[in-house]
C-alpha cells in the first residue's frame, strides 16, 4: 500500500513500527531519505527518522537504497540512503482507488478505551476542545497574575480525567490515486495526485520495572503493569505536475501534506517495593503532527555532454500536543485504605498536571548539479544549502493542594477536580498553578552548505571507479540567541567525506565491489536541548545533552 511496504521486501532491510527503516541493523537514526532528488528531514519532532508510509505505492515510479556512499549523496547517514522517486508523467491515465481492513486478535472486539475528545478527532485534528481557556493569554501574564486569578482559570478546564469505554474496531485504510498524460502548446505534461486516509486501533502491554542489585542482593524498586489504547490516524494528499518544454529539459513541481495524530490513553497498575505501597494511574496523550513539503525541480540538457539540474524546496514540520494529563493514586500495600490522590503543596508533572506542546520546523533547500561526460568518463561538481529553523514551547500546569485534605485526595478521579473542588489557592482545596522554567522552551537554526566533486571513471573493460570528495560546512544554533543565556550553545564544523566505489567484472555474473568512505551523524535538536519533560511511559524525566558530539 506505501513506500515502506515496499522497502520491507527489499534485502537488507527491515521496518519498524509500520514506517521507520532499518538497513543492515543500523536503527533509523542512522539511515537518511530523499524524495525525488531532495533532502528530507525528520517527520517527528523528537527523534531522527522518517516515515515511510506517507507515500503511496501507486505514485512511486522507483526507489533507490543506497548502502555505499559517494560523494554526490548527502553525507549524514552510515546505513543507508533511500531515494524515493515519484512519477512525473505517466505512460498512459490510470485511476487506482483501494479500500483495506484488517482484523488484530490483540485489540480488535476488545474493549477500548480513549479521551472523549472532539468531533474533529476522527482525522487526526483537535478542534480546540483541548485548547487552554480563552481567558489564557501569555506564559509572562499568567505568571504574573496572582494565585486567585490562575486558579480560577484552572477551575474553568474541563474535568476530563476518565476515558470513554468502547470496543475496538476494525482497522481501515482508502486511497485514491490517478494520473494523466497530455500534451498543452505542443508540450507533453503530465501529472498525479493521490490522496489516503488510514486508522488503526490498537493495543500494548508494557511492562516498566527498576532493579538494584546490591551487595549480592536482588531487590525490586518497582513494577508497573501498563495497558496503552491507541488509535492512529494518517491522512494525506501529494501532487504533481511535469512538463517538457523540449525532450531534453523538464520541469516538475511536487508537493505533500500529510497529517498523523497518536492519540493514546494508557492505563497503569503498580506496586511501590521501595515505599510498600500500591499505584494505579493513568495518562491521556493526543500527538498531532502536520509534515508539509513542495519541490521544484528542473532538468536541463546544455549539450550533448553537458547536463544541468536544479532543485529548490520548502518544509514545513508542526507538532502539537495539547493538555496532556496524568494522575495517580497510591494506598498502602498492608493496609486496607482506599486509594487517595497523589498530590501535595508542590506542582508535579506525575501527578494532576496539564501540558502543552508545540514545535515547528521550517526547512528550506536549495542546490544543483553539473554533470559532464567524456567518453567514458563522467564529472560530477554540484552545491546544496539547507537552513532550518525551530521553535519548541511547552506550558507545564499542574493542579495542586495548598493544605492537605485527605477526603478531597480520597475523590475518583472522574470527580476529583471538579470546579467545586477548587479553592483560592490557598485554602485546603485544590490550587493550580504553572511549572516554570526557562528549559521548556528553545530555538534552533542549523544552515547545512554541501558542496562535492566526483568521478566516474572506466578504467578498463572490467573496472569501474567513482570516487571524489564531499565538504559538509554545519553550522548550528541551539537553546537561544544570547550568548549569556545558559541554554546557548553554538557549533560550526566543517566535515571532509570521501568516498570510492571500486567495481570489478568477474564475469558475466559476478561483480566484486569494494567501498570506501566517511561520513557523518549529527544529533538531533531535541538531543542537544536542555528540556527536561517527564516520560510516563519511562517514568522518568528526558533531557537533552549540550555536550553530544556528531
Known amino acids: 500500500r506505501n513506500t515502506a511496504e515496499i522497502l520491507k521486501r527489499t534485502p537488507g532491510t527491515s521496518i519498524q513500527e509500520g514506517k521507520y527503516i532499518v538497513v543492515r541493523g543500523l536503527a533509523d537514526r542512522y539511515n537518511q531519505a530523499m524524495l525525488n532528488g531532495i533532502l528530507l528531514t525528520s517527520t517527528e519532532p523528537d527523534r531522527k527518522t522518517f516515515s515511510f508510509d506517507l507515500f503511496p505505492a501507486q505514485i512511486i515510479d522507483n526507489i533507490i537504497i543506497n548502502k555505499a556512499f559517494v560523494p554526490e549523496l548527502p553525507g549524514e547517514w552510515a546505513g543507508g540512503l533511500i531515494q524515493v522517486n515519484t512519477k512525473d508523467i505517466p505512460s498512459k491515465n490510470f485511476l487506482n482507488i483501494q479500500l483495506a481492513t484488517s482484523y488484530n486478535t490483540q485489540s480488535t472486539g476488545k474493549d477500548f478505551f480513549k479521551d472523549k475528545g472532539g468531533k474533529t478527532d476522527w482525522y487526526g485534528i483537535d478542534d480546540g476542545t483541548r485548547s487552554l481557556p480563552a481567558g489564557y493569554t501569555t506564559k509572562s501574564n499568567f505568571d504574573t497574575s496572582n494565585i486567585v486569578f490562575k486558579t480560577a482559570l484552572g477551575k474553568t478546564m474541563a474535568n476530563n480525567w476518565v476515558p470513554v469505554k468502547s470496543v475496538a474496531t476494525p482497522n481501515y485504510s482508502f486511497q485514491l490515486n490517478g494520473g494523466f498524460a497530455s500534451t498543452l502548446w505542443g508540450k507533453k505534461i503530465g501529472g498525479m495526485i493521490g490522496f489516503n486516509f488510514a486508522e488503526n486501533q490498537k493495543i500494548q502491554d508494557n511492562l516498566n520495572q527498576q532493579n538494584t542489585l546490591e551487595a549480592n542482593k536482588f531487590s525490586m524498586i518497582y513494577k508497573y503493569d501498563d495497558k496503552k489504547y491507541i488509535t492512529d490516524i494518517n491522512m494525506g494528499a501529494i501532487t504533481g505536475f511535469s512538463i517538457y518544454l523540449n525532450p531534453l529539459n523538464k520541469i516538475s513541481y511536487k508537493a505533500i501534506v500529510n497529517v498523523k495524530s497518536n492519540n493514546s490513553y494508557t492505563q497503569r497498575f503498580g506496586n511501590e517495593y521501595s515505599r510498600g505501597d500500591l499505584m494505579k494511574g493513568n495518562e491521556f496523550t493526543f500527538a498531532q503532527n502536520t509534515f508539509f513539503t513542495n519541490q521544484l525541480n528542473g532538468e536541463h540538457s546544455l549539450s550533448n555532454k553537458l547536463k544541468l539540474n536544479w532543485y529548490g524546496a520548502f518544509n514545513i514540520l508542526d507538532s502539537y500536543s495539547p493538555d496532556q494529563r496524568r494522575i495517580l493514586y497510591t494506598k498502602s500495600a498492608s493496609g486496607s485504605d482506599p486509594y487517595v490522590l497523589n498530590i501535595s503543596n508542590s506542582l508535579s508533572q506525575q501527578s494532576g498536571s496539564r501540558i502543552f506542546q508545540s514545535l515547528s520546523d521550517y526547512i528550506y533547500t536549495g542546490g544543483g548539479d553539473l554533470i559532464y561526460k567524456l567518453k567514458q568518463n563522467t564529472i560530477k561538481a554540484g552545491y546544496l544549502i539547507q537552513v532550518k529553523d525551530r521553535i519548541y514551547d511547552a506550558a507545564l500546569f499542574a493542579n495542586f493542594l495548598p493544605k492537605d ?146
Open 405 to 550: 485534605n485527605p477526603a478531597l485526595r480520597a475523590l475518583p478521579a472522574d470527580v476529583v477536580f471538579a470546579p467545586e473542588n477548587f479553592g483560592n489557592g490557598t485554602d485546603n482545596l485544590f490550587g493550580f498553578d504553572a511549572i516554570k522554567g526557562r528549559n521548556f522552551r528553545y530555538m534552533a537554526n542549523t544552515i547545512l552548505n554541501a558542496g562535492y566533486l566526483q568521478f566516474d571513471n572506466q578504467v578498463s573493460e572490467k573496472v569501474r571507479m567513482v570516487w571524489g570528495l564531499r565538504v559538509e560546512d554545519f553550522d548550528q544554533l541551539v537553546g537561544s540567541v544570547k550568548v549569556w543565556d545558559p541554554r546557548h550553545t553554538y557549533s560550526k564544523v566543517t566535515d571532509y567525506l570521501p568516498g570510492i566505489n571500486t567495481t570489478i567484472k568477474l564475469n558475466q555474473t559476478s561483480n566484486l565491489r569494494i567501498t570506501a568512505s566517511q561520513s557523518v551523524i549529527r544529533p538531533e535538536l531535541r538531543e542537544l536541548s536542555f528540556l527536561n519533560i517527564f516520560d510516563f511511559e519511562l517514568n522518568a524525566s528526558v533531557q537533552g545533552n549540550p555536550n553530544l558530539k556528531r
